[in-house]
Nanobody
């Protein structure tokens, strides 16, 4: 069983930056594709970005492309979501998720393990 713990959320003004971290317990990240998702109040959870097992390939939602960066440190067993130029519409609970296998999937049902989420609030 993999347990994921996100951290790094908080409140920032528009244009600010935050870095979220995701740490697993029980397993190593190197065997999993890692995704970040978010859920705003009253909305469905949506895909933010994904990183391959090696960390060499990333894909992002159009809404965050060019502003958010996912990285993976397999040696430290950590995954990060660097968020720059934040906008009020980025306000949401952010979740990291892990899936077995190599395919880079953007659909929620494709993920096997989820963190509890961390709140990000961007004020205008």
């Amino acid at each position: 069983q993999v347990q994921l713990v996100e951290s790094g959320g908080g409140s920032v003004p528009a244009g600010g930056s935050l870095r979220l971290s995701c740490a697993p317990s029980g397993r190593t990240f190197s065997n999993y594709v890692m995704g970040w998702f978010r859920q705003a109040p009253g909305k469905e959870r949506e895909f933010v970005g994904i990183i391959s097992r090696s960390g060499g390939t990333t894909t992002y939602a159009d809404s965050v492309k060019g502003r958010f960066t996912i990285s993976k440190d397999n040696a430290k067993n950590m995954v990060y979501l660097q968020m720059n130029s934040l906008k009020p519409e980025d306000t949401a609970v952010y979740y990291c998720a892990a899936r077995r296998g190599e395919a880079l999937r953007m659909n929620i049902p494709d993920y096997d393990y989820w963190g509890q989420g961390t709140q990000v609030t961007v004020s205008s």
